[in-house]
C-alpha cells in the first residue's frame, strides 16, 4: 500500500522537476528567440543572429533602400596593416573594406551598415532595435543574477577552441589569427548561447536603441567584435559596451533586431 504523502510529494516532485525543465528549453520560432524579462524589461523576442548580408541585401532589392555610406560614398576601414582607420572610398554593406577587397559573404553579419540604416531595416521588417539592457540580458541567458565573464561561461577559449570571434595577438599591429577570422566569421560558427543566440558576443558590434548617458549624442553598442583584443578593448565579455554617432558606418559594426511579445510573428 503506497503512502499517500509520499506519492502525492513524488509526483508533484516530478512535475516541479518537469515543469522546470521546460522553462530552461529556449522557445524559437521563426528565427527569433523568447527572452524573459524581469521587474524593469518586459518579455520579447530577439533575432537568433545578428542580420545577414543576404537578410540586407533582400531588404535592399525589395526596398532599393540606399545606406548612408552609399551616399556619403566613404566608410570606415581598419586597416591591418598600419593599424589605423581610415574613410574608404566606395566601402559599403557589399564591400566593406572597399571596392577593391572581397565581397562581403552571404552567411556573415551585414557591416557598414549606421544607425539609422539599421532603423530603416528594422521598420521594414516590422521589428525595432534592442535596448542596451535587453541585449545585456541576453547576454545572461535571461537571468539578471547570472554574474559569468562571458555568455557562455568564464573562458574564451577551450582546448584549441575558441568561442567567439576577437583579435589574438597585440592589437593593433599584429593578429594571429588563431581563431581562423581576420575579420567576419558566418553567423553561429562558434556556437550557442544557452538561449540559443549566436554571436551575442565576438564578431561584430551591434547597434542599440538608447542614447549613451555618458555621450547623449551617440547610441550604445553591444556584443564587441572581430577587432577586440582582451588585453586593450575587452568589449566581447557580458556587458561590453560603446557608442556611435547615428550615422557613422563601420567594418565591424552590425545590428540585430528585436520584437514585443504583444506583436503576432509571422
Known amino acids: 500500500m503506497y503512502n499517500l504523502n509520499f506519492k502525492n510529494g513524488f509526483i508533484m516532485a516530478l512535475l516541479i522537476g518537469s515543469f522546470s525543465s521546460c522553462n530552461n528549453t529556449p522557445i524559437e520560432k521563426n528565427g527569433m528567440v523568447l527572452v524573459k524579462g524581469n521587474t524593469e524589461i518586459k518579455d520579447f523576442w530577439m533575432d537568433v543572429s545578428p542580420v545577414t548580408v543576404a537578410q540586407f ?83 545572461k541567458n535571461g537571468n539578471e543574477k547570472e554574474k559569468n565573464t562571458y555568455t557562455w561561461g568564464e573562458n574564451y577559449k577551450e582546448g584549441n577552441h575558441y568561442k567567439a570571434n576577437f583579435w589574438q595577438g597585440n592589437f593593433p599591429l599584429k593578429n594571429t589569427v588563431e581563431d581562423g577570422f581576420l575579420t567576419t566569421s558566418p553567423v553561429g560558427y562558434f556556437g550557442k548561447n544557452k538561449l540559443n543566440l549566436v554571436d551575442i558576443e565576438g564578431n561584430v558590434w551591434q547597434w542599440c536603441s538608447d542614447n549613451s548617458i555618458e555621450k547623449p549624442n551617440e547610441k550604445n553598442q553591444r556584443g564587441g567584435s572581430f577587432l577586440c583584443d582582451p588585453l586593450v578593448c575587452h568589449g566581447f565579455k557580458t556587458g561590453g559596451i560603446s557608442t556611435c554617432t547615428t550615422e557613422t558606418s563601420l567594418c565591424h559594426t552590425g545590428f540585430r533586431c528585436v520584437r514585443n511579445t504583444n506583436e503576432k510573428l509571422f
Open 57 to 139: 541585401s533582400e531588404f535592399i532589392e525589395k526596398t532599393h533602400f540606399k545606406t548612408q555610406a552609399e551616399k556619403f560614398g566613404d566608410a570606415g576601414v581598419f586597416d591591418f596593416e598600419t593599424g589605423i582607420w581610415n574613410l574608404v572610398e566606395g566601402a559599403t554593406w557589399e564591400y566593406p573594406f572597399g571596392k577593391n577587397k572581397p565581397k562581403a559573404a552571404s552567411n556573415h553579419p551585414v557591416t557598414q551598415v549606421s544607425w539609422n540604416d539599421a532603423i530603416a531595416y528594422c521598420k521594414w521588417a516590422k521589428k525595432r532595435l534592442p535596448t542596451s539592457q535587453e541585449f545585456l540580458l541576453a547576454q
